[in-house]
């Protein structure tokens, strides 16, 4: 099966999902976006799209529409959006519910989120990002699993307060720990040492957690219940109550895990 598509956004998720699909097979035919540079960005990656400047697409030969926003702008659109009869819309995000999408004017609706960072200008490959779908009819779901299976991806149906714990891990799991990261670039920066030492650390450690599970790959002084050492860091990095903060508090909840 093959989609002519609308893409109404042009961040970071619509930046790598047009071209794949595309490259799938699919005709993506209309970008949307607030900023018409947005969108030019989007439409230049692709064959044939033009840039659409409403969201007026009552006379589109697309059948899917794929908001990809921000999650504060998703019930907006959804509301101000006029389709053609028949249409699909879905959304892309992680954490906003299906009913975001009830009183859009679309025929059928769902849930289209791909369970990835993404970043413009960074190369991914979407056959490796598991998409989490959902949809209160059946034959869109099946619709959407094929869509994915045209990425070469793999699927999963997931109801929205499922996703909103999925896309809470990631957060821990992914954004959580880029922040730690960007702590401890810092400190190193700070002392006018080279980040580039503690790579080999932060790879096997990440690899080591998902081989055996986080908990029984847990090291350090926390784990340990060292608190001279705790001590001795906390002290350390008093030159930032902040951090001095959050270096108390996660290894109080590493001591009590």
Do not use: C
């Not at 959804?78 to 879905?90: H, K, N, T």
């Not at 779908?133 to 793999?154: G, H």
């Not at 790959?217 to 001279?228: F, L, M, N, S, V």
């Amino acid at each position: 099966m093959k989609f002519k598509i609308a893409i109404i956004g042009a961040g970071n998720v619509a930046w790598h999902l047009a071209p794949a699909l595309e490259n799938a097979g699919h005709e993506v035919l209309e970008v949307y976006a607030r900023s018409r540079t947005g969108a030019e960005q989007i439409t230049s990656r692709l064959y044939s799209a033009t840039v659409k400047e409403d969201l007026d697409f009552s006379e589109s030969n697309s059948k899917l529409f794929i908001i990809s926003v921000t999650d504060g702008a998703i019930g907006q659109i959804a509301d101000e959006i006029i389709l053609p009869e028949g249409s699909l819309l879905v959304h892309t995000s992680g954490a906003a519910g299906l009913d975001l999408l009830n009183y859009s004017s679309a025929t059928y609706t769902g849930v289209l989120y791909p369970l990835q960072s993404f970043t413009k200008g960074t190369k991914m490959d979407l056959a490796e990002v598991p998409f989490l779908i959902e949809s209160e009819d059946q034959e869109v779901t099946q619709k959407l699993k094929l869509l994915v299976k045209s990425l070469k991806a793999t699927s999963y149906s997931i109801r929205s307060k499922d996703r909103l714990a999925i896309h809470v891990a990631a957060v821990f799991a992914s954004n959580f720990s880029n922040h730690m990261l960007r702590i401890a670039e810092e400190i190193m920066q700070r002392q006018g040492l080279d980040y580039e030492m503690l790579k080999p650390l932060v790879i096997e450690s990440i690899s080591k957690s998902l081989q055996i599970g986080a908990k029984k790959a847990q090291t350090g002084p926390a784990i340990r219940e060292d608190y001279e050492t705790l001590e001795e860091h906390h002290q350390f990095l008093n030159y930032n109550e902040e951090v001095a903060e959050i270096y108390r508090l996660i290894s109080q909840d590493i001591i009590d895990s």
